[in-house]
């Protein structure tokens, strides 16, 4: 076995590019060399064929889906094997959410399943990241009752896990005192050889009763290194996609809005934009592996500005090389170009907020050739006293304006939204202009949510909290309301002959592939496994034959 430290010293800390995402690189090979290091020793690795394992453990949104990408392909590049079973992995990660409190609690229970597991193998990694880690409290009270965590960083670094992992490996080894709130990279470095030794000879040797104590020692207290902010983009790691026909890609950062519930721009820190270069090269070369359907994510797409230094597109300035704003309706035309060129075939975008949703944006998307007509149009309430309330921008009116004017424009468009029910001072009657805009609209789907308070927010403090009885009644006839409605809404497109995008085995029958229609609805098939391989990743007509409420099955045309 190699000497690890010949991968961790403060020579090898020392000679790390200062650029990104070039340190990053730097640190990913580091790891590989580590991570073959010890696994060629007896008993550390949980692995029969000795390669790493790691598992990521997604909680939330399409964000957080996509970040999850991004960690599994620095890891895989880094020599581990990814897998589902994170009982049994070298190394786990949760990617958490904070959104409402019950995602919070779900990651508690993940965690606590893990204990026993980390008693057993103290030498294997667990590590949280992701929004709920922007919380003060959170981390305080993970690291007091969960202090079997290795790791811990928040939204504005995560591109700098690979450095963070290293930092672990170099704190483990006893080469850093404690990196706890340092910017990784910037940690104080004490050169400690006798620990240096001690680290050695456990990787070598294993894990055993002599040296167990002396294990748990130097693997005793987490690296916490999360940011406040930062206006930093990188991009450019590697990344290992769910399915290798979809990808999504992220145009901006953060949120400005401040609706009063939402903790997000707490978490996720303010707006900042992809530059459109940067956007449009990712989506070519995702197209060049074979990419079908992309989806543009942003916390609130509509107010994408990205600065454009390419001299012949965008507003003419005076040099022909200024830089000059691109707007979100200018990006999806170009997204819509590119698309034609390289085989793109579907585009999407979330998340748009009612309030600057233009009707240049509504024209852009009629006349694209690519841009699927479905829209998520988050109405959280019906009532225009609530949205006030709720710091929306926007009224009942305005809602209804914009809905209608999709479907003038797109008549077989796909409208879905988000519904947050029991808002602070939440009446029957502002419930009921709830349903009335529910009625109106006919969503085909609705994420209906209860309200949750978020510390921190405007609305927590709110006095008018509305009791969980009343709450839980609202809900239930919304749902009732929802589910009818969209069931015979989706019975429009029965009979029709449509294109599906299969994407996978049916959950719930392995004879079966699921797949999308262009305006994200799922369809189900009947495929056996050598159909399953040839259709999974391709377009194919379909014969709409029976809708199921939210779901079609049919056959291929
Ligand atoms: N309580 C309930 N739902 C919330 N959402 C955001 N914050 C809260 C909260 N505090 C919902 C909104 C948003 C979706 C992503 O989550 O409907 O659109
Ligand atoms: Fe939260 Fe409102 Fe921003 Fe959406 S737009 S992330 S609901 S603050």
Redesign the pocket.
């Known amino acids: 076995m190699t000497d690890i430290l010949n991968y961790i010293n403060n020579d090898v800390l020392a000679a790390a590019p200062v650029t990104e995402p070039e340190r990053q690189h730097y640190f990913i090979a580091q790891l590989k060399e580590i991570g073959e290091s010890y696994a060629s020793g007896d008993e550390c690795v949980s692995g029969s064929n000795k390669k790493l394992s790691a598992a990521v453990v997604t909680f939330g949104c399409q964000m957080n889906a996509r970040d999850s990408e991004k960690l599994c392909g620095i890891l895989r590049e880094a020599g581990y094997e990814i897998t589902e079973a994170e009982e049994d992995a070298d190394f786990v990660i949760f990617n958490t959410c904070t959104v409402r409190e019950n995602a919070n609690e779900h990651l508690y229970g993940r965690l606590g399943r893990l204990k026993n597991m980390k008693k057993a193998h103290p030498e294997r990694i667990i590590a949280v990241c992701g929004c709920m880690m922007q919380e003060t409290d959170e981390v305080e009270k993970l690291r007091k009752k969960y202090a079997y965590i290795d790791l811990i960083f928040g939204t504005h670094n995560l591109y700098k896990f690979p450095e963070l992992l290293f930092m672990l490996h170099r704190k483990r080894a006893g080469l850093v005192d404690s990196l706890e709130a340092a910017h990784a990279g910037n940690a104080v470095l004490i050169d400690s050889s006798s620990d240096y030794e001690r680290y050695e000879k456990l990787l070598r040797y294993g894990l055993n009763a002599g040296n167990r104590k002396d294990l748990e020692k130097l693997y005793r207290k987490p690296v916490v290194s999360v940011w406040r902010d930062s206006s930093d983009i990188i991009e450019e790691l590697p990344q290992q996609r769910k399915f290798p026909f979809k990808q999504g890609i992220n145009i901006m950062f953060g ?1 400005n ?3 009063s ?2 903790i ?2 707490y978490v ?1 820190g303010r707006e900042k934009s992809r530059t459109p270069e940067e956007i449009l090269a990712e989506i070519r070369r995702a197209a060049e592996d074979g990419v079908k359907e992309i989806m543009l994510l942003g ?2 797409v509509n107010s994408y500005k990205g600065v454009s230094v390419s001299d012949d597109q965008g507003p003419a300035a005076d040099d022909g090389k200024a830089a000059s704003f691109v707007s979100f309706p200018e990006l999806l035309k170009r997204v819509d170009l590119l698309a034609g060129e390289t085989g793109i075939e579907r585009i999407r975008f979330m ?1 748009s ?1 009612p309030k600057d949703l233009s009707d240049e944006l509504i024209e852009v998307m009629a006349a694209s050739k690519h841009v699927c007509h479905q829209f998520h149009l ?1 109405l ?1 309430s019906g009532s225009s006293r609530i949205l006030k309330r709720m710091n ?1 921008h926007y009224d009942k009116e305005r809602f209804l304006d914009r809905a209608a004017r999709l479907r003038e424009a797109m008549p077989d468009i796909v409208i879905t939204t988000d519904i947050i029910v029991g808002f602070p001072g939440e009446t029957e009657e502002d419930f009921q202009e709830t349903l009335d805009v529910v009625r109106k609209v006919r969503f085909d789907q609705a994420f209906t949510f209860i309200y949750s308070k978020r510390e921190g927010t405007p609305a927590a403090a709110y006095e008018d909290q509305i009791d969980e009885a009343t709450v839980k009644d609202r809900f239930d006839r919304l749902l009732d309301l929802q589910n009818r409605l969209a069931a015979q809404s989706l019975e429009r497109f029965r009979g029709e002959t449509l294109p599906v995008l299969f994407e996978d085995i049916s959950e719930y029958d392995p004879m079966m592939i699921t797949g999308k229609l262009e305006n994200g609805t799922t369809v189900h098939v009947p495929a056996d496994p050598e159909e399953q391989k040839k259709l999974i990743g391709t377009v194919q007509k379909v014969r709409l034959e029976e809708s199921h409420g939210f779901y079609y099955t049919g056959s291929l045309a």
């Open positions: 949120c809005n401040f609706c519930y939402c997000v721009p996720r916390q609130n998340t907020h988050p959280q929306r």
